[in-house]
C-alpha cells in the first residue's frame, strides 16, 4: 500500500537521522509553547515505532499499541471518544498520544491506520504535531512525513547525524519524492565552540535550510525525573529557539502567536 495523501494545513512532524537528539523533547516543548501563547487547540502524536515517548510526562491514558485495533477497524465514533485516548494536559487546549510500547508491533502499523489516525487528529485539533522518530523502516514514518505541511529535521552537531540524514536523502527520501526544500533544519543541543561544527558547516553539508538552534542547556535529567519538559524551566536562551519553531507554526496555521512574560 502506497502512502496516502490529503490536502492538509494544520500537520507538522519532526524527525530525526539517527536517535537521542531530543526530537520528542522539541516536540513537547514546542506544544507546550503554543499552548501557552496561543488560543489553539493542539493535539500531539508520539509516533515514534520504536519508543512511547512519554519519559517527560506523568502519562497514564492510552498508548498508541492499545489503539491498533481501532485503528485497523476505524471504528472510532466521535469526537469524544477519540480525545479519550489523549491525556489532557489542559482541557480544549494540550492533548498528548503516547506512542508504542510494543516491541512486536514496531513494524506492524499500517498506512492506513496511521492515516486513519492523522485524520481524526486533523479534525479534532487546530494543530497536530507529531514526533516520527528517527527510524524509517516501517509505515508510521512513511505516511506521518506524506501527511505533514512541514516537516521539522531535528539534529545536533554530530557528523554522524549529519552523514545519516544524507544517507536516508539519498536512499529513501528522494527516491520516495521528496526535495531538500520540503523541509527544515533545528539543530538541537547546540554549543558554540571551535571544535564543533558551526551552523553553516552543517548547512553546507546537508543543504536544508536551518529555521533556527536550540541552545543546549543542563535540566534534561531533571527533565526525566521530574517528568517535566524542557520547556517548563526557566531557561530563555532555550526557550527562544522553542519559540521560533512554534511562530513558524502559528504563522502557518493562521494562529496568533502572543507574547507573554515566561
Do not use: C, W
Not at 514496531?106 to 486533523?122: A, G
Not at 519538559?229 to 532555550?238: G, K
Amino acid at each position: 500500500m502506497y502512502p496516502m495523501k490529503e490536502i492538509t494545513s494544520n500537520v507538522f512532524s519532526f524527525f530525526s537521522p539517527i536517535g537521542n537528539v531530543g526530537t520528542t523533547t522539541t516536540t513537547i516543548s514546542v506544544a507546550k509553547a503554543l499552548q501557552k501563547h496561543t488560543n489553539a487547540k493542539i493535539g500531539v502524536l508520539l509516533l515514534n515505532a520504536y519508543d512511547d515517548g512519554t519519559d517527560q510526562l506523568n502519562y497514564k491514558s492510552t498508548f498508541l499499541d492499545e489503539l491498533k485495533n481501532q485503528l485497523g477497524t476505524q471504528l472510532i465514533e466521535n469526537q469524544n471518544e477519540f480525545l479519550s485516548y489523549f491525556q489532557m494536559i489542559e482541557k480544549e487546549k494540550l492533548y498528548i498520544l503516547g506512542g508504542n510500547r510494543n516491541t512486536r508491533l514496531e513494524r506492524m502499523f499500517t498506512v492506513d491506520e496511521i492515516h486513519y489516525l492523522i485524520k481524526l487528529s486533523k479534525e479534532a485539533f487546530d494543530i497536530v504535531l507529531i514526533d516520527g522518530g528517527s527510524h524509517f523502516d516501517n509505515a508510521i514514518m512513511v505516511q506521518v512525513l506524506q501527511e505533514s505541511d512541514i516537516r521539522y529535521v531535528v539534529l545536533n552537531q554530530q557528523v554522524k547525524a549529519i552523514k545519516k540524514f544524507n544517507y536516508i536523502y539519498n536512499d529513501i527520501l528522494y527516491p520516495l519524492g521528496y526535495k531538500k526544500d520540503d523541509f527544515l533544519m533545528v539543530i538541537n543541543q547546540f554549543e558554540d565552540e571551535l571544535h564543533l561544527p558551526t551552523n553553516r558547516d552543517i548547512y553546507k553539508e546537508m543543504d536544508v535550510t536551518m529555521l533556527t538552534t536550540i541552545i543546549k542547556n543542563s535540566f534534561g535529567l531533571l527533565a526525566e525525573t521530574e517528568q517535566k519538559s524542557l520547556y517548563e524551566y526557566n531557561s530563555p536562551i532555550y526557550q527562544e529557539g522553542i519559540h521560533i519553531i512554534s511562530k513558524s507554526i502559528a504563522s502557518h496555521s493562521s494562529i496568533e502567536f502572543e507574547q507573554k512574560e515566561e
